[in-house]
C-alpha cells in the first residue's frame, strides 16, 4: 500500500502542523510537532473496513514518528486504539 502525506495547514489551537496521510482506501488527519504525532481522525472506506487498513496507516506512521494519543475518541475509537495497544504489547 502507497501512502501519500500531505501538509493541510498549521493548527494554532493545537500548536502543530495539520497533515493527513492518504492511501487509496482511507485516511488519517493527525497533528506533528517536531518528531511527535497525534491521530485526530481516521476514515476508511466502508468497504474496506475490517480488513486492517486503520491498523497498517497507523504502523506506517508509529514507524515514522512517535505517536502521541489525545485521548480524545468516540466509542468506535476508543475500541480501536484499546485492540491496537494490545496487538502491540504482544509483538
Known sequence: MEYQEIFI???????????TLKCDFGRVEYIKKYKNVSPLYIFVDPKY?????ATKMIDYLNKK????????????????????INNQRKL
Open 9 to 19: 495547514s498549521y493548527d494554532s489551537e493545537l500548536e502543530g502542523n495539520l497533515f
Open 65 to 84: 514518528y512517535v505517536l502521541d494519543w489525545n485521548g480524545r475518541f468516540t466509542d468506535i475509537g476508543r475500541l480501536f486504539f484499546k485492540n491496537y
Open 49 to 53: 473496513r475490517r480488513k486492517g487498513i
